[in-house]
């Protein structure tokens, strides 16, 4: 084994000033004492196995894992002593041994286990380890390829972490292709020169190109003026390692400083191209050495062979380049190799500020979006009230120009709207406003019924309609036709009334006009028939009663011819008594002399025989003093109903009741046969629907019809029965009647 | 024997003048008037033994007259002279107080008859 030397590790240095040498490793024995006497009798009381770790000054962080590595895959105690190596000295044969004659000392007992960290303890551990403690398999971690490969290690195994050396050349190169010289600056450590070996090979390829000038030596003036006198062109490889406990006016990092300020700077190492201005290089993943060496470890602890357990060799190491390094020397990432990870970047705008120029973005999109929101539902109100307005307009030129007063009120039932043709009407002035109700306008004998309608509206929030008298603006009352509907919210509620009035007063005068004339035509009607009776009594019948008599008296006192008188005579009283029942017939005698209750009941009896059915009559409570018009009227119903029932009806009994009150006389004539549809009938005007009524209303009775098909027909007529002083202007009474 | 004091009651003129020809002989016709109210006047004025009464008189009709007649002069004949054949009419007559009911076209022998029995009838 050549000449060990104390390696800095790969990931970081220790650069703690340290004392002198000899006092250095005596305080670093007597800690390893101290350490040991408490661990022994403790570990042997639990069976422990004991490692003793040559750390090279390999960071705490990467010992840690591999201890953790170690715990997680046995199942007995381990206790790690961890040993410093003090690196500058390490190639100072009286140093070797005096370090391992202190822990053969310090450690009476053999360890477990030798774990060995980088290549100068590696070579320490085999080297001194027949000497110190035989038969003790070593483990190693962070060994070069370089060293691990070199030999066979008799019962040692571990892991093996690339050199970089090939890589970091071609990255070098590829990064800078106009390079005419690389220079390799590096000490002469055993551990050092193998690296310098191994970039002198991959630079060999590149010899048509480049030229290697190699700087070798601990950092020094001289060594600064070899830098300085480099040519353009050149791309540093700076493999020197810094010692901390060294002592030197000028130091690998000053020499580094110097370097990367003049030239391209690579590594082998990370932490010197990396952190120190360098650019970067080939480096391992020294987490993952870590737990791996420990699994190795773990393994041999546990009974394995050493030998048996292959060396493990890294594979995922990773090229590693300083951004800022690059910018410095104006490289583009683009120009790197695929899978090169760029450290240190510089963070964009957009990096940097992220997060605020998404929140900003966000709240500007967001304001955006409200804003178009806003202008959207803007867009739409405008549309909506212009879609109103529009409406408003139509309903307000359609309510003005139509002949209606139209109006509105709320669901209190106060007037919100009364149309221009309203206004006209009644003559009242616009500025007045909605107070301008109608009730002023309504004649004092409609007010009341027009006020409960309305107020009974506004409760029952039903359809209505009423008639009434309005004035209007020169004064005269006009007859006015009000429909009222309820008008309902959007959400349903009522609203209040929409109504609308027509000026019914010339229809209302012609339809009392037509009712005048109607009635005139039924009076005149029974005028005439009256007249042509009296006119068949009178005069036709006194006369041949008259000749009756005579012939009778010349019967008597003829000779011979009395049977030829007598005869003529029978035929004369058989004319007369044939025209006496067309005279009653046109109009009841009996009527006039018996009153009503016997008039009729001798028509029932009569029309009974004539048409061969049963008529069923009854009379109650029917006053002695019921006018001859109102007489007439129910007698001409009564035969009137029976002539439609005994025609429609298809049945052969019916029933005529004539009930009296104080102030009324009832009619009822019913069947209980076929039955009509009351409306159809009526607007197929039959005669008798419209006569009946008519003769009715003509003494201010009232009349009605109730019909169901199938099931019969009654029809009541109801007459009021005026003193002969309260007499119905329209009553006229009968004076004369023939006997 | 006393002559029975007749006043009679139509208003056809042509009947007043039969019934003057054919009870004048027998009887007394003291009046003839043409309406029910004249009848009831007349007839309180006159106190005749029988009145002859068409029942189809203007005014009040002859079963009204009759009615008044009876109420005001109970002892008072009447006698009805008339067109009309109904049955119901004819009870009507009767029942307030009626001494007879003749028919126009019989009123021969048949009314002569009916005049000398109503005035023996008792009051």
């Known amino acids: 084994m050549g000449n060990p030397r104390g390696q800095a590790p790969y990931d970081s240095f220790p650069r703690l000033a340290a004392g002198a040498c000899a006092i250095r490793v005596w305080l670093i024995i007597l800690a390893v004492l101290a350490g040991l006497a408490a661990g022994p009798r403790a570990v042997a009381q639990q069976n422990a196995k004991n490692v003793l770790v040559l750390s090279g000054g390999r960071g705490r962080d990467s010992l840690n894992q591999m201890e953790s590595s170690v715990r997680a895959r046995v199942t007995f105690p381990v206790n790690f002593s961890i040993v410093d190596l003090d690196n500058p000295r390490f190639d100072e044969r009286s140093y070797q041994d005096n370090l391992a004659e202190a822990l053969q000392a310090a450690y009476g007992k053999k360890p477990d286990l030798l774990f060995a960290c980088m290549d100068p303890s590696l070579r320490f551990a085999v080297e001194y380890r027949d000497e110190t403690f035989p038969g003790v398999p070593i483990v190693f971690m962070s060994v070069s390829t370089l060293l691990a490969d070199k030999q066979k290690w008799p019962g040692a195994t571990g892991v093996a972490v690339p050199s970089g050396a090939k890589q970091t050349v071609d990255l070098a190169l590829r990064l800078h292709p106009d390079t005419t010289t690389v220079a390799v600056i590096t000490s002469d450590s055993d551990n050092e020169k193998d690296y310098l070996a191994a970039v002198h090979s991959e630079l060999l390829r590149h010899q048509d190109k480049v030229e290697e000038i190699d700087i070798v030596g601990p950092p020094s003036g001289r060594m600064l003026e070899r830098v300085a006198a480099l040519p353009a062109h050149t791309v540093v490889l700076f493999q020197l390692i810094p010692h901390d406990s060294e002592q030197r006016a000028i130091e690998a990092y000053d020499v580094l400083a110097t370097v990367t300020q003049h030239f391209p700077t690579y590594s082998v190492f990370g932490h010197l191209a990396l952190d120190h201005g360098g650019i970067g290089g080939f480096f391992y993943d020294s987490k993952d050495d870590a737990v791996r060496a420990g699994e190795i470890a773990a393994r041999v602890m546990s009974g394995e062979r050493p030998d048996k357990i292959p060396i493990l060799h890294l594979s995922n190491s990773q090229m590693r380049v300083d951004s800022r390094a690059l910018r410095r020397w104006n490289i583009s990432e683009s120009a790197l190799p695929a899978g090169v990870v760029v450290l240190n970047r510089e963070l964009t705008l957009w990096e940097r500020y992220r997060g605020y120029v998404l929140a900003a973005i966000f709240v500007i999109v967001a304001q955006a979006l409200l804003i178009a929101a806003l202008l959207w539902q803007r867009a739409r109100k405008r549309k909506a009230e212009a879609v109103l307005r529009e409406s408003e307009e139509r309903f307000r030129l359609l309510a003005n120009t139509t002949p209606a007063l139209i109006w509105m009120c709320d669901a209190e039932g106060r007037t919100t709207y009364l149309n221009e043709r309203r206004f006209a009407f009644t003559g009242s002035d616009q500025n007045a406003g909605y107070g301008d109700t109608w009730m002023a306008y309504i004649h004092p004998d409609d007010l009341p019924a027009v006020n409960e309608a309305f107020s009974n509206a506004v409760k029952t929030r039903q359809s209505y309609t009423k008639e009434f008298r309005l004035r209007r603006s020169d004064g005269t009352y006009r007859w006015m036709f009000d429909v009222a509907s309820p008008r309902l919210n959007d959400d349903g509620t009522f609203a209040g009334f929409i109504g609308s009035a027509i000026d019914i007063t010339d229809q209302k005068l012609a339809r009392q006009a037509l009712q005048r004339l109607s009635g005139q035509l039924i009076k005149a009607q029974e005028k005439e028939r009256t007249r042509i009776a009296r006119e068949l009594h009178d005069d036709i019948c006194q006369r041949l009663a008259l000749l009756s008599v005579e012939l009778g008296q010349a019967s008597r006192s003829s000779n011979g011819a009395s049977g030829r008188l007598d005869e003529i005579r029978k035929h004369c009283t058989d004319i007369a008594s044939d025209v006496q029942a067309l005279s009653h017939r046109l109009h009841s005698s009996k009527l006039d002399f018996l009153g009503i209750a016997a008039a009729l009941k001798g028509f029932c009896d009569e029309f009974s025989r004539q048409h061969e059915v049963t008529v069923a009559f009854t009379d109650r409570d029917v006053p002695g003093n019921v006018p001859q018009d109102t007489a007439q009227c129910l007698f001409r119903v009564t035969q009137e109903a029976l002539h439609n029932a005994v025609k429609y009806s298809k049945t052969r009994n019916f029933a005529v009741e004539l009930t009296g009150s104080p102030n009324e006389v009832r009619l009822e004539v019913k069947d209980w046969g076929a039955g009509f549809d009351v409306e159809a009938a009526r607007r197929n005007h039959g005669l008798g629907l419209v006569s009946m009524p008519e003769r009715v209303h003509l003494v201010h009775g009232r009349f009605s019809i109730e019909s169901i098909p199938g099931e019969g027909t009654k029809i009541v007529a109801v007459v009021p029965i005026f003193a002969a002083d309260e007499a119905s202007p329209d009553a006229e009474t009968v004076t004369k009647t023939p006997s | ?123």
């Open chain 2, 1 to 123: 024997m006393k002559r029975t004091t007749i006043l009679v009651a139509d208003d056809h003129p042509m009947i007043c003048a039969a019934l003057r020809k054919m009870l004048e002989p027998a009887h007394d016709l003291i009046g003839c008037v043409g309406d029910g109210r004249a009848l009831v006047r007349s007839a309180l004025a006159m106190k005749p033994d029988l009145v002859l009464v068409d029942l189809g008189l203007p005014g009040l009709n002859g079963l009204e007259a009759g009615r008044e007649l009876k109420k005001l002069m109970p002892g008072l004949k009447l006698i009805f002279l008339t067109m009309n054949r109904d049955p119901d009419i004819v009870r009507e007559a009767f029942r307030i107080g009626a001494s007879g009911y003749v028919l126009k076209d019989l009123m021969g022998e048949e009314l002569l008859t009916a005049i000398h029995d109503a005035v023996r009838q008792p009051v």
